[in-house]
């Protein structure tokens, strides 16, 4: 099936949660919702599901108008942060309760409980109450119910963020696999870029109630629509200047001025907005590099890689670089960027040029 | 070096020691005292074996306050935990009208002990009492002072009045607990309002349920000042409940020993009855 939204609208005491959302979600699809806390993802789900209704706007299931049709009457599984199952019933009667609910035969229920608490690893649990398990078996018998009955639409609120980090892998890395044969509309919620790149299909991008950019997710990944992209899937940021192009240069007062690269050859003369991602900034000069001198914030060593927050200009920049170097705030600072690798995007914050692949 | 340690921890926990002992173990052994033994004065006392427990237990009198006494704590349960419940489930969730239902919930809490009694006094009266007047008005022969089962039904109705709240308020507490997703997940799967008590509510709210069964088990089979205001214990012995009759048999009668072994089983029983509620609250999420 295909789920549309069309010109949707939501205002809840006259706080806008989305504006003007027209999106098209076909079956089969793995769909990841990018965005930030408030952006309006939740939101977008529960009148997906029929839990809440647009004030303005349709939704359509196969184009049938079910706007206000109420969440009982449609076909939805919903997963979400909190590990929700139902605290008195065994593992195998909380899958069941879907089904059971829908008047299915004993034998079916029995078979596709079964079934569905196997695929998710939990089938030597079924007998347990769902405070006899870990976080992250609680969260596969929530997932095992959403999945139970087949629902012609499951949404996922965002299920990894309450488990540690490698329960979360674990789990995610399963996920594409459980909804792979399956004919359903897939829609993921989640604050993280990296999120989104692993779990990959489509990903729509949001920003306080508006959709700033829909597509593939890589696609989208490398192409970003505009800065307000640049900042919501990618981390960290990327980072900005302001930038005037002319007579065949780019530069910025005090800082640069080089002949355009490559993909910046046919921007007519004007201001524009440059974006390096944090991974192309180095700390050593190269050939293609450009050097501007910044001063250090702060500096955070992450493992292999050391995050260098520093203002440039008066802007902040986050240098991400492999290794351990040790700076020290207030330091002057060296970061060679190599302009071949940068965005721009024009004054209607529309991407006018990106890096050649 | 871990001896030194060791004796640290000891006199670490001493200060705890020292306040459990005069708070809890001198005082009971002081009845443990007097529940085995005769005493006359400093110099003068006897051994008595289990003679004022055996005395005590024959007691029909005494017989009578702990018949009406469980039957009394076992009304208060099956009324006030339901009801708390359920009038819990009707507050609102959210908005102006919170506050001012939790506050006006809240006051019969606030109100003394024999307070209460002193209202119920007047409140039931069947010449000047309002409720008293009203029900004689429309044709009951209402008379708590004359009529045992009347005098009952006052002293239960003044108990619903005054603890209910506390049921109430416990488990509105562990209702704003729930997160909502629960009741979204229950809404998607097209659960009816039953199910959705009774399969997230009810189960969410067994820790509170228990405290709320525990603080009213405990609380009404103590009951004393209400009902000694009220009626005194009549008519007759119609309301006269076991703390009334040990404090007639110890401050009264002064018999110290039988009071004592009295207070001895007065405790066990309310201990009893407690682990008993516990451990049934505790397991019930086995069954269903």
New interface residues.
Partial sequence: MSLVLEGVNRTVGGETHLRDVNLTFQRGEFNVLLGLTEAGKTTMM?IM?G?DHPNTGRVLEDGNEVTKVP??KRS???V???F?N????SVYDNIA??LK??RLSDSEIDRRVRTEAERLGIDHLIDR?PSELSGGQQQRCAMARALVRDARLVLLDEPLVNLDYKLREGLRSELRNLFADRDTVVVYATTEPEEALVLGGKTTVLHEGRVVQHGVTAECYRHPASTTVTQVFADPPMNLMPIQVDDGRVKVEGLFDQPLPAQMKDLVPGRYTMGVRPHHLYVTPGDDRITMQGEVEVAEVAGSVTYVHLAVNGHDWVVEERGVHVVHPGERFDVHADLNRAYVFDSADQLVAAPQQ | MEKREYQWAWLMVLPVVLVVAFSAIMPLMTVVNYSLQDIFGPNSRFFVGTAWFTEVLRDPALHGALIRQLLFSAAVLLIQIPLGVGLALCLPKKGPWVSVSLVLLALPLLVPWNVVGTIWQVFSRPDVGFAGVILNGIGFDYNYTGDSLDAWLTVLVMDVWHWTSLVILLCYAGLQAIPDAFYQAARIDGASRWAVFRFIELPKLKGVLLIAVLLRFIFSFRIYAEPFVLTGGGPGNATTFLSQSLTTMAVGQFDLGPAAAFSLIYFLIILLFSYVFYLTILNMDREG
């Avoid at chain 1, 139902?86 to 019933?89: E, G, M, Q, R």
């Fill in positions: 529960r599901a839990l969440v009982r939805v599984g919903m979400y942060q909190q929700i139902y605290p008195s019933l309760s879907p609910l829908a109450l």
